[in-house]
């Protein structure tokens, strides 16, 4: 069925390092891909979106580009900062009602 | 901006206690769900609405209930709570399913069933 797969965490970085993290889904059709975020204590946020292969989402210094012939969405940032640090959680829409997640990674960024 | 809102924050009930979890939106959104969210898994949808007097299930429906009579509350209802309903559970809305709109989060209900 349908799936998404996310790198385990936690990813310990220091600030203004690169940040990457890995997506991979399993889906028929061609789904629209997303990464939200959730702060501590918060709900989750959408963070950015991508609707077909070959686009790129972007919001708040991340980007991610939908890739059909890896099916991969992975997650990027060029420098860092300690505000960051936040679960993130790849997902992908299925029919037109539902979002199925990824299990989350969770972001530790040091001063 | 209350936007969606979810009452109580936390709770701790006893095996086979029932009880609602609060959902409501303030947006005038059609689509509603309920995810609840554990370690290591992610968040699974529960059950979702895509508007009053309509429900379905999601991926992990056992044992709850819900019931959409308003657009504005989507209420989540455990019948006989279980240990492995320990969890957080959140609910979340948008405008028009979720075809490339974004889900509004609520956040969240902490639940410990003992």
């Known amino acids: 069925g349908d799936s998404v797969t996310q790198m385990e965490g936690p990813v310990t970085l220091s600030e203004e390092a690169f940040l990457t993290i890995n997506c991979t889904y399993t889906?028929?059709?061609?789904?629209?891909l997303f990464w939200y975020v959730q702060y501590p204590g918060e709900g989750l946020q959408l963070l950015l979106k991508?609707?077909?292969?070959?686009d790129k989402g972007s919001n708040k210094g991340f980007e991610a580009t939908y890739r059909k012939e890896t099916t991969s969405f992975h997650l990027e940032k060029g420098s860092v900062q300690v505000s960051d640090s936040a679960v993130y959680f790849c997902?992908?829409?299925?029919?037109?009602?539902?979002?199925?997640f990824g299990a989350g990674t969770r972001l530790a960024v040091h001063p | 901006n209350a936007g969606v809102t979810q009452t109580p924050k936390f709770q701790v009930l006893k095996t086979g206690q029932s009880m609602t979890l609060q959902c409501a939106q303030d947006?005038?959104?059609?689509?509603m769900s309920w995810y609840r969210q554990d370690p290591g898994m992610g968040l699974r949808l529960i059950h979702y609405?895509?508007?009053?007097?309509?429900?379905d299930q999601g991926e992990v429906p056992n044992g709850y209930n819900v019931s959409r009579s308003t657009t504005e509350d989507f209420p989540l209802r455990l019948l006989s709570a279980a240990p492995s309903q320990t969890s957080v559970y959140f609910c979340?809305?948008?405008?028009?399913?979720?075809?490339?709109?974004?889900?509004?989060f609520g956040s969240g209900t902490q639940l410990s069933v003992l």
């Open positions: 979340a809305s948008s405008s028009t399913g979720v075809p490339n709109e974004k889900l509004f």
């Open positions: 889906a028929t059709g061609y789904p629209s």
């Open positions: 991508a609707t077909k292969a070959d």
């Open positions: 997902a992908l829409k299925v029919g037109d009602n539902k979002l199925i």
């Open positions: 947006m005038n959104h059609e689509y």
């Open positions: 609405s895509v508007g009053a007097g309509i429900t």
